[in-house]
């Protein structure tokens, strides 16, 4: 069945860099765009960054001014988000999900993703 996997959370101070995984398994992994979402305490899960499935083409670039990234490497049936210069506010549960429009990324809206992981941590705090 169709799995996504977070991994890499943690606590890390203000202005520190940490790298998250999604790890896929149960459908043909290239062939869907992935994204990630983040839910802080309290509030609405909000959409990150979306990469292709096709071409790796990231159709959102401005994601959190700039600090986050996101890549993939579809030989290892992952995505990953690298987020820079880490700040409090960035503490939330952050999610992968799959793409109801296969290779395309949709808006980032719940609705429009298919299959989601169960989440990582990320607490930024001195």
């Known amino acids: 069945q169709v799995q996504l996997v977070e991994s890499g959370g943690g606590l890390v101070q203000p202005g520190e860099s940490l790298r998250l995984s999604c790890t896929a398994s149960?459908?043909?992994?290239?062939?869907?765009?992935i994204a990630w979402f983040r839910q802080a305490p309290g509030k609405e899960r909000e959409g990150v960054l979306c990469?292709?499935?096709?071409?790796?083409?990231?159709p959102i670039r401005n994601s959190v001014k700039g600090r986050f990234t996101i890549s993939r490497d579809n030989a290892k049936n992952t995505v990953y988000l690298q987020m820079n210069n880490l700040k409090p506010e960035d503490t939330a549960v952050y999610y992968c999900?799959?793409?109801?429009?296969?290779?395309?990324?949709?808006?980032?809206?719940?609705?429009?993703?298919?299959?989601w992981g169960q989440g990582t941590h990320l607490t930024v705090s001195s």
């Open positions: 149960g459908f043909t992994f290239d062939f869907y765009a």
């Open positions: 999900a799959r793409s109801g429009l296969k290779s395309s990324c949709p808006a980032l809206y719940r609705a429009n993703f298919d299959y």
């Open positions: 990469i292709s499935g096709s071409d790796g083409s990231i």
